[in-house]
């Protein structure tokens, strides 16, 4: 299989905002707190290299990806340089990079101040994950709990407590699982209709998130799809000749968002000691793309926004 890269320039810069919205606004955390670290669940969006230490064929540890990145070298990211992960640690002052936790030279340090469990190509929906053969919700789920048991042996467990109990959680899924798994082949069309998979995949975020708090995560930030047919790939391959937006797919997203939402607010009163809130990653960016003049980009930069061989 060859892969497509993208141009996700404008993108980074919607999901990168609402990323750094967590600590200053969704937390309401007094700006001259900080936060112990950062922990990372998700998909290529997030990924800072786990794919490079599993077997799949979701790899993008070749040129052009990393061109931009320190040393002009590919990481594993899926992008030219840093991506959206690497940029809130910077941000909060952590670190300037979030590890991929199958990284085989991480240190004590960066177990403390946190890594990434990300894996391009991963879903909510386990089919998602396992027609590309990469780190599954469940399997990202037994990874941190591997890394749990790490932080206890170096930190101990009242700090560790501290660690999990303070940092922000991030979850970012479910882009692969509308395009791919379920638009992309038929597999979930034949027995789901848009609804009742939005529900499946709302159920498995669910649970994901409530497993972590049993795990000792109180921070949890989950965030809902973006405008999946306004990026370039999907303008690409289904926008026509003139690149238009594909709004089946928007659709299909803003109908997750919203199942999401009300989901997570349900979940988020049942546990008091916690704040576990949806990160809307929909309604700017598509302001964006609409009237990007208003945000100092040029229309033709986000209309020709592509993908390459």
């Known amino acids: 299989m060859k892969f497509l890269y993208l141009k996700l320039f404008p993108f980074f810069v919607w999901f990168s905002v609402s990323l750094l919205y967590i600590a200053e ?14 922990i990372v669940f998700g998909d290529s969006l997030v990924d800072t290299g786990n794919n490079n230490y599993i077997k799949t064929i979701v790899k993008v540890n070749y040129p052009p990806y990393g061109k931009d990145f320190m040393g002009g070298k590919p990481t594993g990211r899926f992008s030219n340089g ?64 591997d890394y749990i048991i790490k932080l206890k042996q170096i930190a101990g467990e009242e700090r560790t407590s501290t660690i999990l109990r303070e940092t922000p959680t991030i979850l970012v899924f479910g882009s692969n699982d509308i395009t791919n798994t379920y638009y992309g082949g038929p597999l979930r069309k034949s027995h789901y209709d848009i609804s009742s998979y939005a529900d499946l995949l709302v159920s498995y975020a669910s649970s994901f998130v409530q497993d972590l708090y049993k795990l000792g995560a109180r921070r949890i930030g989950v965030f809902g799809l973006p405008p999946l047919g306004c990026l370039p790939s999907q303008r690409t391959l289904k926008g026509g000749a003139e690149r238009e937006c594909v709004e089946l797919y928007n659709q299909a997203a803003q109908l997750f968002n919203d199942k999401l939402s009300v989901e997570l607010n349900s979940v988020n009163n049942q546990f008091p000691d916690a704040r576990m809130i949806y990160i809307d990653i929909y309604n700017h960016p598509l302001d964006l793309i609409q009237n990007p003049n208003k945000y100092g980009m040029s229309s033709n930069y986000c209309q020709n926004s592509h993908t390459t061989d």
């Open 25 to 38: 606004a969704v937390y309401n955390i007094p700006k001259n707190i900080t936060f112990p670290a950062v």
């Open 82 to 145: 840093k991506v959206p992960s690497d940029l809130l640690v910077e941000e909060l002052g952590i670190k300037p990079l979030l590890p991929a936790y199958l990284d085989p030279t991480l240190t004590a340090q960066d177990l403390i101040t946190g890594v990434n469990f990300a894996s391009g190509g991963a879903g909510y929906d386990p089919l998602t994950s396992d027609i590309v053969s990469v780190l599954s919700l469940s399997k990202q789920l037994e990874l941190f709990k």
